[in-house]
T-cell receptor, first 112, second 113 residues
Framework: AQTVTQSQPEMSVQEAETVTLSCTYD???????LFWYKQPPSRQMILVIR??????QNATENRFSVNFQKAAKSFSLKISDSQLGDTAMYFC?????????FGKGTSLLVTP | DTGVSQNPRHKITKRGQNVTFRCDPI?????LYWYRQTLGQGPEFLTY????????KSRLLSDRFSAERPKGSFSTLEIQRTEQGDSAMYLC???????????FGQGTRLTVV
């Protein structure tokens, strides 16, 4: 069975600071995709960043980057220069081959 | 294309009634997914279509739930004899065969009273 665990239910960061959200997962597959999705309050889920398991290089999208540790099955998200608009639920997700398995999410609050 | 569209956005129904939700995926996407999300939880997979074929169903999808995707375009999710435990956000997503990235709609929030 595939599982995704996010151990930080809530986090807070000041504007312009850096924050790291944690995610661990379990899968027996060797090739898979990992994602971080953002869900702002009352708004739809949008993709933040994705990582292919066969790529050793960590993915980066502007202020967002990941630390992908395949052996440890860890996939953390770093948000640099946090902005008020980054306030949202963040979900880590593992592609199971036909659907996404999501963690329970981390609620991130960016404060002025 | 304006992305994945779901209707209605909100639905309040009495226990025991049937409800139907609609999802219009991004036009060139052949894969369509339904998820259910309850408060404080991540989305849970319900079912998956590739074109018009329903290829996977979660055990969460009881006999009261049925989904269709006629002609491989829009999809409907019907819940018969609704129960209070069905209250949740129902999310639809779509993706193309060339990319695993799923694009989500805004969801339909169901409240069963």
């Amino acid at each position: 069975a595939q599982t995704v665990t996010q151990s930080q239910p809530e986090m807070s960061v000041q504007e312009a600071e850096t924050v790291t959200l944690s995610c661990t997962y379990d899968t027996s597959e060797n090739n898979y995709y990992l994602f971080w999705y953002k869900q702002p309050p009352s708004r739809q889920m949008i993709l933040v960043i994705r990582q292919e398991a066969y790529k050793q290089q960590n993915a980066t999208e502007n202020r967002f980057s990941v630390n992908f540790q395949k052996a440890a099955k860890s996939f953390s998200l770093k948000i640099s220069d946090s902005q008020l608009g980054d306030t949202a639920m963040y979900f880590c997700a593992l592609d199971s081959g036909y659907a996404l398995n999501f963690g329970k999410g981390t609620s991130l609050l960016v404060t002025p | 294309d304006t992305g994945v569209s779901q209707n209605p956005r909100h639905k309040i129904t009495k226990r025991g009634q049937n409800v139907t939700f609609r999802c219009d995926p991004i036009s060139e996407h052949n894969r369509l997914y339904w998820y259910r999300q309850t408060l404080g939880q991540g989305p849970e997979f319900l079912t998956y279509f590739q074109n018009e074929a329903q290829l996977e169903k979660s055990r969460l999808l009881s006999d009261r739930f049925s989904a269709e995707r006629p002609k491989g375009s829009f999809s409907t999710l019907e819940i018969q004899r609704t129960e209070q435990g069905d209250s949740a956000m129902y999310l639809c997503a779509s993706s193309s065969r060339d990319s695993p990235e799923a694009f989500f709609g805004q969801g339909t929030r169901l409240t069963v009273v």
